[in-house]
């Protein structure tokens, strides 16, 4: 069985091949990937990327292809960065301590294996800079970090970024003005949804066995508002970000009241109706369907006549313009807006309504709301984050 895993970082030694690259030879990256107990290195040398493998043709090499392929990659992304001279911004020795920090606990937190090798080298790269007392590129790289959207687990790779613009005519919202913020491409999973469920019950939320599922990928089920923002609090403490509901002053995590919204915080929360609907549209490059995605619902959405009387995995049908997906179907998804004393609006459509009544599932519906303590299997939800998180 071949793993690959990331050794250390080091001034290079020479090799025997070598891949013109141009790179500042000082950070030398060693990648080795490990066939019984023979390695593969990768590391740079004289601006070169240097490749020196030894190869069993009986064995499948895929996997260590794939890690040469990764190294390669961090060399034509990260080495650059060294080889600027002018620095982009002042020198914060605070802030680049405190960005390794953050990053050792948002990397611990990733699940792509080759997002969480890519920022474990990054991660190196920046604590090499530091050690060697070479702020200015240290500075670039965080630069080059934050420009890409941050360190693992900071950007979410199921949320969407949606540019913002106003809701056309035809629209009962028509004229709203939408600021550019994040949604999630899917229904959140009763596999996602279970996981931070299990850290918020220990981490004092009240939680307990709430929310149903039919597998790990399908949409969670039987969560009210109050749960569900709750869920987003806990989502967000997990990945070390702020979170976005308080009551009092303090983390909205047991009861059923009425939280306040932090603007400023960067944790995770429900769209508000105007951003659900503005997505589904398909934001900018709406081609103006009745459906999020299309005008045959049979092809973006689950209802009655066609999902067996169930919900199904999320992403199964097309995605509209945004590559979002279930927009129209599935599950009917929480939004946060009030309507009425306790009601709240919700979107979308679910498996159980009829194709006759279309209109539920139309991009610009807006029929239903549904007091917020109720939980039932046809009410799931997505995520959003606002602009700049």
């Known amino acids: 069985m071949v793993s690959g895993?990331?050794?250390?970082?080091?001034?290079?030694?020479?090799?025997?091949?070598?891949?013109?690259?141009?790179?500042?030879?000082?950070?030398?990256?060693?990648?080795?990937s490990r066939v019984r107990h023979k390695k593969a290195h990768t590391y740079m040398s004289n601006n070169k990327l240097i490749v020196n493998t030894p190869i069993n043709p009986s064995k499948n090499h895929a996997p260590r292809i794939a890690g040469l392929l990764f190294a390669l990659l961090m060399s034509v992304i990260?080495?650059?960065?060294?080889?600027?001279?002018?620095?982009?911004?002042?020198?914060?020795?605070k802030a680049l301590e405190q960005l390794v920090v953050r990053r050792d606990k948002e990397i611990a937190l990733a699940v792509n294996p080759i997002q969480k090798r890519f920022e474990l080298a990054t991660q190196q790269l920046l604590l090499k800079a530091m050690q060697t007392g070479d702020l200015e590129s240290a500075?670039?790289?965080?630069?080059?970090?934050?420009?890409?959207?941050?360190?693992?687990?900071?950007?979410?790779?199921?949320?969407?970024?949606?540019?913002?613009?106003?809701?056309?005519?035809?629209s009962g919202l028509a004229g709203q003005v939408v600021a550019t913020f994040q949604i999630g491409k899917y229904e959140v999973t009763w596999g996602e949804w279970q996981k931070v469920r299990d850290?918020?019950?220990?981490?004092?939320?009240?939680?307990?066995?709430?929310?149903?599922?039919?597998s790990e990928s399908h949409p969670v089920t039987d969560v009210n508002w109050y749960d569900v923002v709750k869920w987003c609090n806990a989502k967000s403490e997990k990945e070390g970000k702020t979170p976005?509901?308080?009551?009092?002053?303090?983390?909205?995590?047991?009861?059923?009241t009425e939280p306040t919204v932090s603007e400023s915080a960067n944790g995770y929360r429900l769209p508000s109706e105007k951003e659900w609907e503005w997505a589904a549209r398909g934001g900018k490059n709406s081609k103006g369907y009745n459906f999020s995605g299309s005008n045959d619902l049979n092809a973006v959405g689950w209802?009655?006549?066609?999902?067996?009387?169930?919900?199904?995995?999320v992403?199964?049908?097309?995605?509209?313009?945004?590559?979002?997906?279930?927009?129209?179907?599935?599950m009917w998804e929480w939004c946060f807006d009030l309507d009425g004393s306790s009601a709240r609006r919700v979107r979308s459509g679910c498996w159980n309504d009829n194709a006759a009544d279309a209109?539920?599932?139309?991009?610009?519906?807006?029929?239903?709301?549904?007091?917020?303590?109720?939980?039932?299997?046809?009410?799931?939800?997505r995520l959003a984050r606002s602009s700049g998180n």
Not at 7 to 29: D, K, Q, R, V, Y
Not at 315 to 330: H, P, Q, R, T, V
């Open 5 to 32: 895993r990331l050794i250390a970082f080091h001034a290079a030694p020479s090799g025997p091949s070598a891949i013109g690259m141009s790179a500042n030879p000082t950070f030398g990256l060693v990648l080795a």
């Open 78 to 93: 990260c080495f650059p960065v060294f080889a600027q001279t002018d620095s982009a911004s002042s020198i914060d020795e």
């Open 139 to 170: 500075n670039k790289l965080k630069a080059m970090i934050e420009t890409a959207g941050g360190a693992a687990g900071s950007v979410d790779k199921n949320l969407v970024r949606v540019e913002g613009g106003a809701l056309p005519s035809g």
């Open 199 to 214: 850290w918020a019950v220990a981490n004092g939320y009240d939680l307990k066995d709430v929310g149903q599922g039919l």
């Open 244 to 256: 976005v509901y308080q009551v009092s002053g303090t983390t909205y995590k047991t009861g059923v």
């Open 303 to 313: 209802f009655n006549e066609n999902s067996g009387g169930k919900t199904h995995e």
């Open 315 to 330: 992403g199964g049908k097309l995605a509209n313009e945004l590559e979002i997906y279930d927009m129209s179907g599935n």
């Open 359 to 381: 209109d539920y599932w139309i991009v610009a519906d807006r029929v239903r709301c549904v007091p917020a303590g109720c939980r039932s299997y046809y009410f799931g939800f």
